[in-house]
């Protein structure tokens, strides 16, 4: 009995991004991750979490455990202060400063030595932090595009978790009914058991009394057709003997006159006749000495008589209907176990009929349903947002950009314009431009980034929290385990799927999910359906052998041989049958003379008496009157030759039988007594005992349909690795899609707002090294004197000297 595999759904692919997959930005994502770990080295707090949701503790304890686990964050966030306060600050009474000519407001700058040197430091260290900039920029915009995409692609991803979900979902009434229906298999093979219970009990009944009955029944058919063979030989062989008797008796009287007469000739005709040979003459054979078989004959008779071979034939026929008969004894077994098998079918229809799993499928279908529904209603304002969103991260990006290109483009302008031996204030309008775009920098980055910083706390704070307190809690599975310690009473799972006597939890329905283990055991349906129950069939078992115990099967009685018929075997054998010896009497049959040789002897002494000569002229006579009386003697011998070859025949025939009945007799008698003493002994507990192997064979048919239907139910079917998808696309989207994207977003963003300081005061420096100055000064020492040219004042101070100063 094959009963087959379930089929496992063919799902949809889902498209997205994993949750270790960032794409190019997996690095960025490992150092967000690790800064974050730095920042909140703390575990997760389970028991803080609790307490808060529950109220257990002082709100002043509750207030100070939850500062000092975020006290990584709060660090940040007072630095990030402080950089929004004091970076406005100082930019304001730089303004201040310059505005009343000092910090650089003047356009005057001492020439030196250093000045070369110092100016191409600054040069290289805002090209390189310029360039560090501009990478950050470029994963802002990098990670702000790959935010909008994985946000695009979102949905999709749920939607597709929730289409193998409810693929999922429809496969399991289908799996369920394919593994009841299964039931009419056994249940087909014990009908047709049933109905075919004549060969399939009685037959094998049958085969067995074969294997011991009918070889003994074979050897006695055997011997008694060698009895029925032999009857009638010996009847003929007595009649022959009886109607040769006389005929034989004068034949062999006048034979054995001719042959006097002739041996008497011989002696008188001498030498001539000396080659005459009278020994086929002879007579050896007596009929009177062949033995009176009458009794044999009388015994043979007296068992034939009995037909003995008509009972063996209905012994034969009685065998041979043991499967019929069983088939009729058993009828009304039949029909009783049969509506038994209509019990059995209703009662393993009502597993898909009374069990709860509809009930849970269906609040499983109706809760994808209702989330499906609401990803589709927000899908749109999601989409507009995530616009929005992208709009102000590229407008910030352009920010930073903006800066970073004020840097590069006063830097290429500033070194494409400047002259080595031109005087500051002598320099180019491309030079000048280059300084003016270097101050254009530094002001925008005054007035941008303690902008930008307040933006990257805020983001920060969402990201950071949210990976540290959802995102690798989810991952490490913590949060699964503070919801199913009752921390949400409205999370219930076991309430939400209609589980009354099940303990669900939500990580536990999780680990299973993903390691695609079957939802009979996730869900912990035993303690919701008895199963067991169910598939618990003893009951039927029991009816069905009580009622096959009250059927009285058994074969029809059989007698192999009767008991007069016994009897006769037995005198038979006892008798002087086998003793019978004819071997001598066929040898004596067979030198007996024959027409041949009296016809060849005549013509000998025909030939004999012409030879002779006149001298024995009285021989000649004789010879001649001697071959006369033997062709006289041919036409008796003739007239008794066919009964002579008819005893012949019989004799061989009889003599043949003899030998075969010998070997057989005693044991054909010992086998048939045997082989009724088989039947009369053995047969019922063969009966018995494939009666036993009839019953097991079908319930074996129940026994395996139930432990695959257990096996199938509990093991194999419905596999729920789609929901466990389902968890990991949201996963997906919370974490990687948004979280994670987020967190590289703030930090490409903080980088750059972090560098724009630096930058800007390498800016400031440098810019005076491009921008065309008022004034100047030159020393004496200095390696410019000879080649520069300066501007003197037409009324320098006194105080100032000996330094050299002009004034416009």
Known sequence: MELGNLTEPVYELIPGLA??????????????????????????PQDL???????????????????????GFLVCLLLGLLFVVLVPLVG????????????????????????????????????????????????????NQQMSESVSSGPGSLNSSLGNMQIFLYSIPQDFDKIIKASSEPVGNVNASLQDIGQQLGGKVLVQVQGEVYPALGNMSELLSEAQEMEKELQVMTNSSEKLQDQWEVLKQNLSAVQTELRDIKQDCGDPCKSLELNDLDINFNISEIPNVDPEIELLSNLLNTNPQAHVQQAYQILNSTPEAVHNQTRDFV???????????????????????????????????????????????????????????????????????????????????????????????????????????????????????????????????????????????????????????????SQILGLENSTLTLGGFYNNCQHNEPLWSTLNLDSVIHLDGYLNLSQYKDQIQDSFDKVQIHTNSVTLLAPKQLSALEKLGHSGLQDLDFSDFLSQL?????????????????????????????????????AKDLRRLQDPLDKISPEMQSLNRSLLRLQSSIQQIRAQLNGSLDAIQK??????????????????????????????????????????????????????SVETVVCSVVVGNLNIFWFSLGWCTVLLLPGLILAIRLAKYYRRMDTADVFSGDTYVNRQA???????????????????
């Open 19 to 44: 949750p270790e997959d960032l794409g190019g930005l997996r690095g960025l994502h490992a150092m967000v991750q690790g800064f974050l770990g730095l920042v909140q080295p703390n575990p997760f």
């Open 49 to 71: 979490i609790r307490s808060l949701i529950q109220g257990q503790e002082d709100s002043s304890t509750l207030i100070k455990e939850v500062l000092a686990y975020e006290a």
């Open 92 to 143: 304001l009474c730089f303004c201040c400063c310059r505005l009343c000519g000092n910090c650089g407001g003047r356009l005057h700058q001492n020439q030196d030595k250093g000045s070369t040197g110092r100016r191409q430091t600054l040069a290289i260290l805002l090209l390189l932090l310029s360039i560090l900039l501009l990478a950050g920029n470029s994963l802002i915009f990098v990670s």
């Open 335 to 493: 029909a009783e176990a049969q509506g038994l098998l209509e019990s059995i079918l209703k009662q393993l229809d009502s597993i898909g009929k009374e069990n709860q799993l509809k009930e849970v499928l269906e609040n499983v279908d109706e809760m994808l349903g209702l989330f499906g529904n609401q990803i589709k209603a927000v899908e749109p304002y999601l989409s507009q947002a995530d616009q929005y969103r992208w709009a102000v991260g590229v407008c910030l990006g352009c920010v930073v950009l903006l800066v970073v290109l004020c840097f590069m483009l006063g830097l290429l302008l500033g070194s494409l314009g400047l002259q080595p031996h031109t005087l500051p204030t002598q320099r180019g309008c491309l030079s000048n431009s280059g300084g003016n775009l270097l101050m254009a920098g530094a002001g925008f980055s005054f007035l941008f980034s303690w902008l930008l910083m307040l933006l990257v706390m805020g983001l920060f704070l969402l990201g950071g929290q949210g990976y540290t307190l959802v995102c690798q809690p989810w991952h490490r599975g913590e949060l699964f385990q503070v919801i199913d310690s009752g921390l949400l009473p409205g999370l219930n799972l």
């Open 590 to 626: 067979g030198k007996n003379p024959t027409k041949e040789n009296l016809g060849k002897l005549a013509t000998q002494l025909d030939a004999l008496a012409s030879s002779l000569n006149q001298s024995k002229a009285d021989v000649a006579k004789k010879l001649q009157k001697g």
């Open 675 to 728: 082989a009724q003493e088989f039947l009369n002994d053995s047969v019922p507990a063969i009966i018995k005992n494939e009666s036993g192997n009839f019953l097991y064979t079908q319930f074996s048919y129940f026994q395996k349909y139930v432990e695959w239907a257990s096996h199938m139910l509990r093991k194999e079917m419905a596999r729920c690795g789609p929901a466990a998808q389902v968890l990991d």
């Open 790 to 808: 300066f501007e003197m004042s037409q009324k320098p101070p006194p105080f100032h000297f000996p330094r050299a100063e002009t004034r416009y």
